[in-house]
């Protein structure tokens, strides 16, 4: 029997709304589906979708290092109780194809990790625009394209890797491509396949009206750096605002009026690990899973 898990982090409203829409989802003859939600905001449940996917909503334990939020280490915890075959890694407001399952099991089966197809929409599902990496078919050898809004590998490849860099700080992303990198690098190919399809509700005004990281320190005004998606060029932080301290290649930063610690660039991060040609990262899914046993 086949057994796959989507992996959700979340504490978005419409959450169950989104969660729902995995009823329209076929299901593969012989396959086992579950959808794991890891949040702080909901209460822990169980139960089945109509097509016999399981549900099941799970508190997070642990907290990283950084007070800034870190989507990495939250990825990681989920993984700790994952026991499937496969992970497909999703977004929390989107609506799946009804084949996704079965596209990503596709290529799964023949031992890729597998990039799927994510079409941006505006927050009502209207307005959609065709994803810029679907260039008419399918692409080999693209870690680049390991976007984990819709991307899936073996359970038995991420412990390979040891999971997701605990050091990104999950505010400037970035951790999904370095994760697809290293994979590749244990010798795993990459697809991208467009016809594995995710319809992407924008909630850029669910980000707006929210507070990020603190009212009294605006870290927005650091420069774009867009070939990676991160933002901030650290050195325009002075330490009359910042206390600011380096463990090992990772440096850190402690705003002085409102106390959020973070990691300064998670650029760094993934320079460091491909300068370094890593494939498994010190700081993954064991640490996380250590955390969680004590």
């Known amino acids: 029997m086949t057994t ?10 419409l959450l ?4 729902n829409k995995w009823n329209t989802v076929n299901i593969e003859n012989g396959c086992e589906t579950t959808i794991k939600v890891l949040t702080t905001k909901y209460d822990e449940k169980k139960y089945t979708l109509s097509n016999n996917i399981k549900v099941e909503y799970i508190k997070q334990k642990t907290f990283p290092k950084t007070t800034h939020m870190n989507q990495a280490w939250a990825r990681n915890e989920l993984l700790c109780y994952a026991n499937s075959e496969y ?6 407001w989107q609506t799946p194809d009804a084949n996704i399952l079965i596209e990503h099991l596709k290529y799964l089966k023949q031992g890729y990790i597998v990039s799927g197809k994510r079409i941006e929409c505006d927050k ?13 078919g399918l692409k080999l050898n693209c870690p680049g ?6 991307a899936s590998v073996s359970l038995k490849d991420v412990k390979n890797v040891n999971g997701f860099d605990n050091y990104f700080c999950g505010g400037t992303a970035g951790e999904d491509f370095d994760f697809g990198i290293r994979v590749c690098n244990s010798g795993i190919k990459a697809i991208y396949n467009p016809n594995a399809i995710a319809q992407h509700y924008n909630h850029d005004h669910i980000q707006k009206s929210s507070k990020v990281m603190c009212d009294a320190h605006e870290l927005s005004p650091y420069k774009n750096i867009p070939q990676y998606k991160h933002y901030g060029d650290w050195n325009l932080m002075t330490s009359n605002d910042f206390e600011l301290w380096w463990e090992g290649p990772i440096k850190f930063y402690k705003c ?3 106390n959020v610690i973070g990691i300064l660039d998670s650029v760094q991060v993934h320079e460091y690990n491909v300068k370094n040609r ?6 993954g899914l064991e640490q996380v899973r250590n955390l969680l046993i004590k």
């Open 4 to 13: 796959i898990e989507v992996h959700l982090i979340s504490n978005r409203p």
């Open 16 to 19: 169950d709304e989104f969660v």
């Open 87 to 92: 992970i497909l890694f999703f977004d929390d």
């Open 124 to 136: 009502d599902g209207n307005n959609c625009k065709k994803d810029q990496r679907d260039t008419g």
């Open 145 to 150: 394209y390991f976007y984990t809004c819709n």
């Open 256 to 258: 002085k009026k409102c």
């Open 278 to 283: 890593v494939t498994k990262v010190s700081n």
